[in-house]
């Protein structure tokens, strides 16, 4: 079955620091990848997606690439501020099925300090 | 821009009791979800809907119903709270595909003594 699998937290970093925050996955089919944030008391919101392989999704400075090779989808940003602080979620929706669910990972606690 | 909405937000339920939860979305789309959030178990599936009418069960469909009468509002209900279903409810709604993203509601908090 399909499963995702994201590094575990919680992961601390000084403002301006460099982020990577590592997804791999394993899917049936030519799975979409995403990042959800989840921001304290909030729901999921959607952050950025790729839609296949080599695919490069970016938003708000974050960025991930689709790498089917290594069935890695691994979140980066350059540069990051306290206002980053919240639950990234890698997840994938897999081509193999008909009710397009997404399959989560357990997610990542990033707290940013200043 | 309502997107998703959940009612209510927090709820304490005594084992035994039964309530509804309700997730309605006005962007309309076809499939809708129930998802649980449990601390490092990120989020799972209960059941979902690919259209009115029609439901499925998902992941952790045990001790749960649902019922998706309108196309817009999809109704999830416990019919006798158990301790177990302590938990963070999220709604969420997309078109159909696999590339499309699914627009999630700000939860549902629910705790069970």
């Known amino acids: 079955g399909d499963s995702v699998t994201q590094m575990e937290g919680p992961v601390t970093l000084s403002e301006e620091a460099f982020l990577t925050i590592n997804c791999t996955y394993t899917a049936t089919g030519y799975p979409s990848l995403f990042w959800y944030v989840q921001y304290p008391g909030e729901g999921l919101q959607l952050l950025l997606k790729a839609t296949k392989a080599d695919d490069k999704g970016s938003n708000k400075g974050f960025e991930a690439t689709y790498r089917k090779e290594t069935t890695s989808f691994h979140l980066e940003k350059g540069s990051v501020q306290v206002s980053d602080s919240a639950v990234y979620f890698c997840?994938?929706?897999?081509?193999?099925?008909?009710?397009?669910?997404?399959?989560f990972g357990k997610g990542t606690l990033l707290t940013v300090n200043p | 821009n309502a997107g998703v909405t959940q009612t209510p937000k927090f709820r304490v339920l005594k084992t035994g009791q039964s309530m509804t939860l309700l997730c309605a979305q006005d962007m309309n789309h076809e499939y809708m979800y129930w998802y649980r959030q449990d601390p490092g178990m990120g989020l799972r599936l209960i059941h979902y809907s690919v259209g009115e009418g029609t439901t499925a069960k998902g992941e952790v469909p045990d001790g749960y119903n649902v019922s998706r009468l309108k196309k817009q509002n999809f109704l999830l209900g416990l019919e006798s709270a158990a301790p177990s279903q302590t938990s963070v409810y999220f709604c969420a709604s997309s078109y159909p595909g696999y590339n499309q993203p699914q627009h999630f509601g700000d939860g549902t908090r629910l705790s069970i003594l």
């Open positions: 997840a994938l929706s897999s081509s193999g099925g008909s009710n397009y669910k997404l399959t």
